[in-house]
């Protein structure tokens, strides 16, 4: 089975940094690989897509409020895949989720076949 594990949130200043990383055990992306993303949840709004990679190519997605600004990458042979978060915004605060599918990529909260347990990115005026 899997699970995963975020990690890398904190308190930052805008227009700072940070690099969220989330760990999958119980697979092996690089024999295994699954469509990856990520998604943010602020108090009393609901879970929203943020960024996605698929299985394989190199298309990636990204909902309109983080292009330009955020990446998603993935190691493969670190089962881990990564959101870096640039020129971030006081809007930008959130838990951050990090999900993964078997056979599509995550971009609808609905469908997603595994979740991370979330880590909380606060960005400070």
């Known amino acids: 089975q899997v699970q995963l594990v975020e990690s890398g949130g904190g308190l930052v200043q805008a227009g700072g940094s940070l690099r969220l990383s989330c760990v999958a055990s119980?697979?092996?992306?690089?024999?295994?690989?699954?469509?990856l993303g990520w998604f943010r949840q602020a108090p009393g709004e609901e879970r929203d897509f943020v960024a996605a990679?698929?299985?394989?190519?190199?298309?990636?997605d990204y909902a309109d409020s983080v292009k330009g600004r955020f990446t998603i990458s993935r190691d493969n042979a670190k089962n881990t895949v990564y959101l870096q978060m640039n020129s971030l915004k006081p809007e930008d605060t959130a838990v951050y989720y990090c999900?993964?599918?078997?056979?599509?990529?995550?971009?609808?909260?609905?469908?997603?076949?595994?979740w991370g347990q979330g880590t909380q990115v606060t960005v400070s005026s």
């Open positions: 999900a993964a599918n078997e056979n599509s990529t995550p971009r609808s909260r609905y469908g997603i076949d595994y």
């Open positions: 119980g697979r092996t992306f690089d024999t295994y690989p699954m469509g």
């Open positions: 990679i698929p299985k394989t190519g190199s298309m990636l």
